[in-house]
């Protein structure tokens, strides 16, 4: 009986409606069995974070929030032109490339398990409570999604019926970011400290709530949430983890890591890489295909067309050990100033730790092979027989490839794997912290606070907390564009700090990305921006203030006349 009950289950997930705002009720005597049984409510709240993440941030591509995001950013250099890089974008087109619009059918998975708990005499009290807790966290996953992207949205705060009006107007930003603050307000006090990671605890919500305040202007409840975290009784279950290469380089690490505290797990190898993110970031490595250099020791047969550019690498500082000591940019440093001919190899030297973690480059090894970048290397594009997916910028990912668990974690194509999504960490919730204290004019304590991941994860000298606040910005910009590289992070951040300062336009997303191009003889280098191998590169246009928002998709206009078109569209 209990697994036909399951397999209705099953069934009835499959089923939910996709309609406009999703407002079909499930089948009543499939309610009456799923919301007495307590496991059963509760499988449909574990279905309901499948669905929701799975769509929104794991969807194991070229679309995986992540990297989609960071391939619109000066942190990439695209195999091809990016669509939403060049702003060929349009409300004909929008949806096809920054995903679609219409996100109801999660928003009522989730408001379903509230409406159905909400005085449940069924199902004990207390899980009730952390399964209600639970939904509104994944509603607000949900919203956060569509907000960054459009602004406005429709607010629906309850589970519609077909006798609800659906043809709902846009409530504005401001309405909605307060609407996710007091959501995760009220979820918090009834989730547990501690779970499995594949489910909310107060601290993911609390790095949550972090998150949603700062993008809306909320300061002071970005600083109640970060006190929460750092100072208040949350500050005894998780920590700023030192080994940041290892929270990233390992599917098993994050289980125990004091600092990660929500991931998406595909594991059991019951997925194929084909379908998961290292298949799409991993640099390929393709024995018999150089015609120079060393060889290849490991096969990595991935579809990466978002290499990291040079403008990533750059933006991590140096330690300036022939001089002051203090971290900076490698061209102010005392040993690139006196080096009579400049090379890659003083270029990378003395880096933030994150540049290896992050990185591959030029010189180091890639799980167990030697790589060469350089014009003679095993990695050059020329010399590797016109390879389509060889690297081309100069750089690979190793963020998010699980270098540290051997060679038995080889990403490839039709190989059964595991992997881990990390999306929700301290390390930001610190980063959110201080962004929030600075824009209170809090500037000692925000350096204090950001210091936390430049010092235990970067390895650099902390900023004094004498700095100017100028100084401070400066390097907070920075801080926050290494530590949460490839995290669908730099996108939002950069309209943030544009709309908040008032700025007349976005110089960092109005040019073309760089490759590098290491000279094999004598080690000196070239940056182009033009095209390399069988990369074009990007145009990059970013008209401001009209890509503060994307377009609302014209058929979503079509379909609501009660919706109105963002600005400039």
């Given at each position: 009986m209990?697994?036909y ?5 099953i069934?009835?997930c ?19 069995l799923?919301?007495k049984?307590?496991?059963?409510a ?8 499948w669905a929701?993440l799975?769509?929104?941030y794991?969807?194991?591509d070229?679309?995986t929030?992540?990297l989609?995001?960071d391939?619109?950013?000066d942190?990439v250099w ?8 060049a702003?060929a974008i ?5 949806n096809?490339?920054v ?12 408001s379903?398990?509230?409406d159905?708990l ?6 004990d009290?207390?899980?009730c409570?952390?399964?209600?807790a639970e939904a509104?966290c994944l509603?607000v996953?949900?919203?956060n999604?569509m907000v ?8 629906v705060?309850?589970?519609m019926?077909?006798?609800?009006e ?5 409530s504005?930003e401001?309405?909605?970011y307060?609407f996710?603050?007091?959501?995760l307000?009220?979820?918090?006090p009834?989730l547990p ?5 594949e489910r909310?605890?107060?601290?993911a919500?609390?790095?949550l709530?972090?998150r949603?305040s700062l993008?809306g ?8 949430a970060?006190?929460q ?8 279950n998780?920590?700023i983890d030192?080994?940041?290469r290892k ?8 289980e125990d ?6 991931y998406?797990t ?5 997925q194929y890489?084909d379908?998961?993110?290292p ?11 150089n015609i120079?250099?060393?060889?290849f020791?490991?096969k990595?047969d991935a579809?990466c067309?978002?290499?990291?550019s040079h403008?990533?690498a ?7 050990v022939?001089?002051?000591q203090?971290?900076k940019?490698?061209t102010?440093t005392?040993?690139?100033k006196?080096?009579p001919?400049?090379?890659a190899?003083?270029m990378?030297s003395?880096r ?5 973690a992050?990185?591959c480059?030029?010189?180091t ?5 030697p790589i ?5 290397g ?5 010399n ?9 910028s100069?750089?690979?990912?190793r ?7 051997g060679?038995?974690a080889?990403?490839?194509y039709?190989?059964?794997?595991n992997f881990r999504?990390?999306?929700?960490r301290?390390g930001?919730?610190?980063l ?6 600075g824009r209170k004019?809090?500037?000692s304590?925000?350096?204090?606070v ?6 235990q ?6 900023l004094?907390?004498?700095?100017s ?5 400066k390097y ?5 564009r290494?530590e949460l ?6 996108y939002f951040?950069v ?6 300062e ?7 997303f109005?040019k073309?990305t760089h490759?590098?191009?290491i000279d ?9 921006d ?6 074009t590169g990007?145009?990059?246009?970013f008209?401001w203030?009209?890509?503060m928002?994307?377009?609302l ?13 963002n600005?400039?569209?």
């Open positions: 209990k697994k009950l399951y397999l209705t289950l069934m009835i499959g089923l939910i409606s996709c309609d406009v705002l999703d407002t079909e009720p499930m089948d009543s005597y499939n309610e009456l799923i919301w049984d307590k496991g059963l509760e499988n449909v709240l574990k279905e309901a974070y929701i799975k769509d929104l794991c969807s194991g070229n679309n929030e992540c989609r995001t391939s619109w950013t942190n695209n195999k091809d032109n990016n669509s939403v890089a702003e349009s409300p004909t087109n929008i096809s490339y995903g679609d619009f219409n996100k109801y059918s999660y928003i009522r998975r989730a379903l398990i509230i159905k909400t005085e449940n005499s069924d199902i009290e207390e899980s409570k952390q399964f209600i509104r509603r996953m949900v919203y999604w960054r992207r459009w602004g406005g949205v429709m607010l705060d309850k589970l019926t077909p006798a609800d659906m043809l709902l107007s846009r504005s401001e309405d909605m307060k996710m603050v007091n959501e307000k009220l979820a918090i009834n400290s501690t779970a499995n990671k909310f605890t107060k601290g919500a609390l790095t709530l972090t949603v993008e202007g909320l300061y002071d409840e970005t600083i109640a970060g006190k975290l750092f100072e208040g009784e949350e500050a005894a998780w920590s030192p080994e940041y929270m990233f380089g390992s599917f098993s690490y994050p890591s004091k600092e990660i505290q929500l998406f595909q594991g059991d190898k019951k890489c379908n998961l993110l298949m799409y970031i991993a640099g390929t490595l393709s024995p018999g295909r120079m250099g060393p060889t020791n490991d990595v579809w067309a978002n290499w990291p403008e990533l750059e933006a991590y500082l140096a330690i300036d022939e001089g002051d203090t971290a940019h490698y102010e005392a040993k690139w006196n080096a001919v400049k090379t190899a003083i990378y003395n933030d730790k994150r540049f290896d992050t990185l480059y030029d010189g090894t890639y799980f167990t092979s060469e970048m350089d014009t003679k095993n990695c050059y594009w020329e590797t027989q016109n390879h389509g997916f060889m690297c081309q100069g750089y690979m990912w963020k998010f490839i699980y270098e540290l668990d060679t038995d080889l990403p490839g039709q190989i059964l794997y999504y990390i999306l929700l301290l930001e919730a610190s959110n912290y201080a962004e929030a204290l004019g809090e500037i304590k925000a350096i204090q950001m210091n936390m991941t430049r010092t994860h970067g390895g650099l000298p902390a004094p907390e004498s700095s606040e100028a100084d401070f910005w907070y910009k920075i801080e926050r290494v590289a490839l995290e669908g992070d730099r951040s309209i943030r700090w544009a709309k908040v008032k700025a007349t336009s976005v110089p960092e109005n073309r490759c590098i191009i094999g003889d004598d080690d000196t280098f070239t940056l182009i033009t095209s390399h191998g069988s990369s990007s145009d990059r246009v008209s203030p009209k890509r928002y994307f377009p998709p014209e058929s979503e206009l079509m379909s609501n006349p009660n919706l109105q078109q600005n400039h569209w």
